[in-house]
């Protein structure tokens, strides 16, 4: 199970800080027109989500590597989930559904992390 959770952890942490950066560095306006959520929100609400899922992205990796506070790893899967079921809240009420099923796999990975290492 051990060998599992790493996987999810890495592959989780990576996406999430690959679109943490995007959003933290890149303009509003350079962001991906499949991103649409975007026009709904002003820039800097943009670069909080990008800044907390770059957090969230390091913190399923760096604390359980490092043994320096793993307890932090749990809450960041917990923090992204969070993050994820937020998203799902504003897809739907914009009728956006077909990217709800993305944020549902997103968070309900970030749940499995956050059991299995708690």
Do not use: C
Request: hydrophobic fraction near 60%; avoid cysteine.
């Amino acid at each position: 199970m051990n060998i599992v959770l790493w996987i999810l952890q890495g592959l989780l942490g990576a996406a999430f800080i690959a679109a943490g950066l995007m959003k933290a560095t890149q303009p509003k306006e350079k962001l991906p027109a499949n991103m649409t959520w975007t026009q709904r929100y002003s820039a800097g609400t943009i670069k909080f989500i990008g800044v907390a899922e770059l957090l969230g992205g390091l913190g399923l990796i760096l604390p359980w590597a490092t043994d320096i506070a793993p307890v932090l790893t749990p809450l960041a899967a917990v923090g992204l989930l969070v993050v994820m079921l937020l998203a799902i809240v504003d897809h739907v009420r914009a009728k956006e559904y077909s990217v709800v099923p993305i944020n549902l796999v997103l968070g309900a990975l970030a749940l499995v992390i956050a059991i299995g290492r708690f």
